[in-house]
């Protein structure tokens, strides 16, 4: 089992390359810096790296990662904020839907979506199997992760993302642009969040990046058997 994950900054990758027993074992390729680990006995090769913020540069990266593949599975990871009462902070979400919640046009009538534009796709729809194993394997919640170029900053917005996208459980910045270049060679994607913040008015004191890394870890240390255990001959089950 090869697995692709990528982080938007180093912290991340190396909040996950903390939860494998051996590694990492660092290369370079072009375009980005491979953190290369993995479960005992090289059951399983976990390669990590940090790919910048934004959909773009995470499209960007996770393109040219996919490039020195195969893999079986790319996972976009790292810290969020969570849609408040539904995902708290400290807790772990992993996403159902994978939603670009600010591409499209702002119109007289309000936003609409570049689906709603005719052309385009604003979301991706994890294998449902494997999302089922990692919340079970985690204790994660399960609900869509908006991904937006903006992170929100006021009630106002948040309110507007819920009325928009109510099954929303967290939002971040990477994960639509890491479905995106998955999707172009075919490799299932997964999004998985620890939960630092709640989405809504900026509150830095508030913040709890420390505890949200921590998490992390701990998610992709329950991961690590699961990972081994699944195969490339079942990576499409649904």
Do not use: Q
């Not at 990590?48 to 990871?77: E, N, Q, R």
């Not at 969570?82 to 670009?100: K, Q, Y």
């Not at 967290?170 to 060679?185: I, K, L, N, P």
């Not at 989405?199 to 913040?207: E, F, I, K, L, T």
């Amino acid at each position: 089992m090869r697995v692709l994950v990528v982080t938007a900054v180093p912290a991340e990758r190396d909040a996950v390359t903390r939860a494998f027993e051996d590694g990492p074992d660092v290369r370079d390729v072009p375009g980005a810096e491979v953190h290369r680990t993995g479960g005992p006995g090289g059951r399983c090769v976990v390669d990590v790296l940090a790919g910048g913020a934004g959909p773009a540069a995470a499209a960007a990266a996770t393109a040219f990662g996919l490039a020195h593949g195969p893999y079986d599975l790319v996972v976009s990871a790292g810290i969020g904020g969570g849609f408040t009462p539904v995902a708290p902070v400290g807790s772990l979400v992993v996403a159902s839907g994978i939603v670009a919640a600010d591409l499209g046009a702002e119109t007289p009538e309000g936003f609409v979506p570049v689906t709603g534009l005719g052309f385009g796709r604003d979301r991706f729809t994890p294998p449902p199997a494997r999302v089922r194993d990692v919340a079970a394997a985690t204790g994660a919640l399960t609900g869509e992760i908006l991904t937006v170029s903006t992170v929100t900053g006021s009630a106002e917005r948040a309110a507007a993302l819920l009325a928009a996208h109510p099954h929303a459980a967290a939002e971040a910045m990477e994960g639509f642009g890491v479905a995106e270049a998955a999707a172009r060679t075919g490799t299932p994607v997964l999004e998985l969040r620890a939960i630092s913040n709640a989405v809504g008015p900026r509150d830095r004191s508030a913040w709890r990046i420390g505890e949200a890394l921590a998490a992390l870890t701990g998610a992709f240390g329950k991961l690590s058997p699961v990972l081994e255990g699944w195969t490339h001959h079942d990576r499409h089950r649904a």
